[in-house]
């Protein structure tokens, strides 16, 4: 599945980086820097899914981007401190 997909198989071809899914959950999709193997996935979905209100993490090592799903708008504050602490830069919103 592309990066443009959702978990049901639709495609969005809007350029936000912040979408609502699954009722009242926001997928917001943030560009991390340092990421270059599995352990990087593993690490950063561990330490991100333990977040309050984080209900799913996926990682795309290759282009460099994490997406979280949250039951609230994201702290994106307490994400870059999280990302951080575990050796990782998260540099902003993808656009």
Known sequence: MGSCCTSDGS????????VAVEGTAVATVYKVSGMTCGHCETTLTREIGVLDGVVGVEVDIKAGL??????????????????????????????
Do not use: F, H, I, N
């Open 11 to 18: 495609c969005s071809t809007s350029a936000a980086s912040t």
């Open 66 to 95: 994490v997406t979280v799903t949250t039951s609230t708008e994201p702290d994106d504050q307490k994400l870059a401190a999280v990302v951080d602490e575990a050796g990782y830069e998260l540099t902003g919103r993808a656009a």
